[in-house]
C-alpha cells in the first residue's frame, strides 16, 4: 500500500492532494473529509516493530525510537485504508494512513502526538468497526521503552534493514 490515504472518492491527480495525509489525528478522524469514509468503512491494523520521533536539541533534532517495553516482536497501529482509482489511468491505488492521538507522560518528554497503539484484545472489534473514539487513548505510561539512536534514520543513505538504526547512542550535550 502506498503511505498517505488518497480517499476513494478523490477525483483529481495524486500531484494535487496538498494535504499531509500520512498520518490521521484521533481528534479528527470521525469529521475530517479525508479520513471519516475510511474510519466508517476500511480500518487496518499496522505492525511495527518501533516507531521514531525527534526531540529539538541544542545539537539539532536527535531521534528517539520506541518499541514495547515488555519486548515482544511487535506493536500494532490502529489504521485506514482506501482504494482509489486513477482518473488518468484508470489503475486502482491502495493506500493506507495510521491513527496519533495525544502522547501518555512518557512519549510527551520527546514528541506531542504519537500513534494510536492498540492491544491483540482490541483488534477484532476495531476492525469490525464495533469500536469507536474510546480506542483512540494513548498506552499506560509503562507500555513503551525509548532510547536515543543514530541521526542516520533521517538519511536517504541509510539502508532501511541497517539494524545499528535502532542501535542505542550516546547523546551529545552541546
Known sequence: MRWGLVPRWWSKTLKDIK???????A?????????????????CLIPVSGYYEWRDTP????PWYF????GSPALTV?????EWKNPETGQ????????????????AGVHDRMPVL?????FEPWLRGEAGLEYLKPPPNDFLQK?????????SRADADDSTLIEKVELVTA
Open 19 to 25: 494535504l499531509a495525509t500520512f498520518n490521521a489525528r
Open 27 to 43: 481528534e479528527t478522524v470521525t469529521t475530517k473529509p479525508f479520513f471519516r469514509d475510511a474510519f466508517k468503512r476500511t480500518r
Open 59 to 62: 545539537g539539532g533534532k536527535q
Open 67 to 70: 518499541t514495547a517495553r515488555d
Open 78 to 82: 490502529a489504521g485506514l485504508w482506501d
Open 92 to 107: 486502482p491505488l491502495k493506500s493506507c494512513t495510521m491513527i496519533v492521538t495525544q502522547p501518555n507522560d512518557f512519549v
Open 118 to 122: 492498540l492491544e491483540e484484545r482490541q
Open 147 to 155: 532510547w536515543p539512536v543514530s541521526k542516520r534514520v533521517n538519511s
